[in-house]
């Protein structure tokens, strides 16, 4: 299962949420791959401790030979590294990213991704974090994948918008990747106390969107798992977050049935419950 995690709002947790959904899917003994789109290179950093000067293979190296037309192309492969986490490894972002975009679409190397990862073989799953815009890269992953995941900070703004986001998806859909599915809308940094994060969601869920059914709480132990370089099923694996997680993981794992919210919810059951 290929799925990129998606928003072209900036701080929606898009690297936190595919770190540790990746860390999870190790953890349950399925081989992961986490590829960082993002030139700001916070999964790679996150999962792997891979400075940004570092000078070993990533990503950029695999684009840029899609460039230079080289006899002797980067194989996807070669830029992949371990982590320290059994099974999980990581395709680096580098910064460089962004000097090669705009070649890189004219020449119209949009399904090179999807070819490459359609290739690599030894996967069970491969978690695909983007930039906080549409362009290439996030066009490249979204054509690569099977499902998209879209996380949703309960705020107005990401509100305003969602709405063009999911028209943006089913555009990609529509004219480029037809197996493409929105697997669902992530609920991070969820405060079951506050009145307006409860407004929105239920409002989202009346809506018929597909908000999953696995809310993810707003937590200061999510900055110490930054800081440490640790997805939180290896720092703190019974706090939590880390069970919220988990039942997010399991959703999406499972069968489909009960996924998502088809209505409005037990707020008090989730405050006695926070």
């Known amino acids: 299962m290929r799925r990129v995690v998606f928003n072209q709002k900036g701080g929606v947790g898009k690297s936190t949420i595919t770190c540790n959904l990746a860390a999870i899917s190790a953890a349950d003994g399925k081989k992961t791959l986490v590829v960082d789109l993002d030139s700001q290179g916070n999964a790679t950093q996150y999962i792997s401790g891979m400075e940004k000067t570092d000078s070993s293979p990533t990503i950029y190296h695999f684009f840029q030979d899609l460039l230079s037309l080289s006899f002797y192309p980067t194989p996807m492969q070669e830029c992949i590294r371990k982590t320290p986490f059994p099974d999980l490894d990581i395709l680096p972002a580098s910064p460089l990213l962004n000097d090669i975009?705009?070649?890189?679409?004219?020449?119209?190397?949009?399904?090179?991704?999807?070819?490459?990862?359609?290739?690599?073989?030894?996967?069970?799953?491969?978690?695909?974090?983007?930039?906080?815009?549409?362009?290439?890269?996030?066009?490249?992953?979204?054509?690569?994948?099977?499902?998209?995941?879209?996380?949703?900070?309960c705020d107005a703004f990401s509100r305003q918008a969602l709405y063009a986001l999911i028209e943006n998806v089913y555009e990609i859909q529509n004219d480029h990747n037809p197996s493409l599915e929105i697997e669902g809308i992530v609920v991070n940094?969820?405060?079951?106390?506050?009145?307006?994060?409860?407004?929105?969601?239920?409002?989202?869920?009346?809506?018929?969107?597909?908000?999953?059914?696995?809310?993810?709480?707003?937590?200061?132990?999510?900055?110490?798992s930054h800081e440490l370089k640790k997805p939180m099923i290896v720092m703190a694996p019974d706090h939590k977050l880390t069970l919220e997680y988990m039942e997010l993981y399991r959703k999406l794992e499972g069968s489909g049935e009960g996924k998502t919210r088809k209505q409005g919810f037990d707020i008090e059951e989730m405050i006695l419950n926070d």
């Open 189 to 224: 940094n969820f405060q079951p106390r506050a009145n307006l994060p409860r407004k929105i969601v239920n409002e989202l869920i009346e809506e018929g969107l597909p908000v999953i059914d696995a809310f993810l709480s707003s937590s200061v132990k999510i900055r110490e």
């Open 101 to 153: 975009e705009a070649k890189l679409a004219s020449r119209y190397k949009i399904y090179k991704l999807r070819d490459a990862l359609e290739a690599l073989e030894g996967y069970d799953n491969i978690f695909i974090d983007t930039p906080p815009a549409l362009n290439f890269f996030t066009r490249s992953a979204l054509i690569a994948s099977n499902s998209c995941l879209i996380p949703f900070d």
